[in-house]
């Protein structure tokens, strides 16, 4: 073999290595794009599956039993209605402005009475089935045990005003627990103190 046919067979080899060079180069940049769009994908497709950030309330199942309801926006009342009736809890719920309430008159109420007093009020079954969580102010409590067949739990749920310590408003929040029937909310000014019961005669709040 000469040495000019010798030259080509080597700038042959050597241009074959480099393609070779060149296309597997451009199969590892192809597969590190394609990676990097699904993982952008991804970082996109979470925040808009789980959709958390937005939930006007949560629902929580405790192990006592209760049942835990973090209100964050005052809307969605009906489908808050509907996750509770599948853990049991028939419930109606109705969200309103500060300063007012329902009219008293929601239905047969369960005992017979609210309860005039706080003392009252305290002891009666509208206290006991639902209440405002100790130290919250957006959650509230409540206790399925207390609400027999036929029973609805009454919801009424309003901001009272600002928090001394921050931008959170207080929440408002009345139980009923009705036989029967509940008729809609008409609203009126509210008359009872912020935890549900109704406001004593001396106007002196706990």
Same mark, same amino acid.
């Given at each position: 073999? #000469?040495f000019?046919?010798?030259? $080509?067979? +080597?700038?042959?080899v050597?241009?074959?290595?480099?393609? *070779?060079?060149r296309?597997?180069?451009?199969? %590892?940049v192809s597969?590190?794009?394609a990676?990097?769009?699904l993982? /952008? /994908?991804a970082?996109?497709?979470v925040?808009l599956?789980t959709? !958390?950030e937005?939930q006007?309330y949560?629902v929580t199942?405790?192990? +006592?039993? !209760?049942?835990s309801?973090?209100?964050?926006?005052f809307?969605?009342? *009906?489908?808050?209605?509907?996750?509770?009736k599948a853990?049991?809890?028939?419930? *109606?719920?109705?969200y309103?402005?500060?300063?007012?309430?329902?009219e008293?008159?929601?239905?047969?109420?369960?005992?017979?009475?609210?309860g005039? !007093?706080?003392?009252?009020?305290?002891?009666?079954?509208h206290?006991?089935?639902?209440?405002l969580? +100790?130290?919250s102010?957006e959650?509230i *409590?409540?206790h399925?045990?207390?609400?027999?067949? @036929?029973q609805?739990l009454?919801?009424e =749920?309003?901001? #009272?005003? %600002?928090v001394?310590?921050?931008?959170r #408003?207080r929440?408002?929040?009345?139980g $009923?627990? =009705? &036989? @029967?029937?509940v008729?809609?909310c &008409?609203v009126?000014?509210?008359?009872y103190?912020?935890?549900g @019961?109704? =406001?004593?005669s &001396? #106007?002196?709040g706990r």
């Amino acid at each position: 073999m #000469s040495f000019e046919e010798q030259l $080509l067979m +080597d700038l042959k080899v050597e241009f074959a290595a480099r393609a *070779d060079r060149r296309r597997r180069s451009v199969r %590892r940049v192809s597969v590190a794009a394609a990676v990097a769009g699904l993982a /952008a /994908a991804a970082a996109i497709a979470v925040p808009l599956l789980t959709g !958390t950030e937005s939930q006007a309330y949560a629902v929580t199942e405790n192990t +006592d039993g !209760t049942i835990s309801v973090q209100i964050k926006e005052f809307k969605d009342a *009906d489908k808050l209605e509907r996750d509770l009736k599948a853990l049991n809890v028939p419930a *109606d719920i109705t969200y309103l402005k500060p300063g007012k309430a329902c009219e008293p008159d929601r239905g047969r109420l369960v005992e017979g009475k609210m309860g005039m !007093t706080p003392q009252e009020w305290e002891d009666s079954v509208h206290h006991k089935v639902a209440d405002l969580a +100790d130290g919250s102010d957006e959650q509230i *409590d409540i206790h399925p045990r207390y609400i027999g067949k @036929g029973q609805t739990l009454v919801m009424e =749920i309003s901001e #009272s005003g %600002r928090v001394p310590e921050g931008p959170r #408003s207080r929440l408002m929040f009345r139980g $009923l627990l =009705i &036989t @029967g029937k509940v008729k809609p909310c &008409t609203v009126v000014d509210a008359h009872y103190e912020l935890r549900g @019961g109704p =406001i004593p005669s &001396t #106007s002196v709040g706990r």
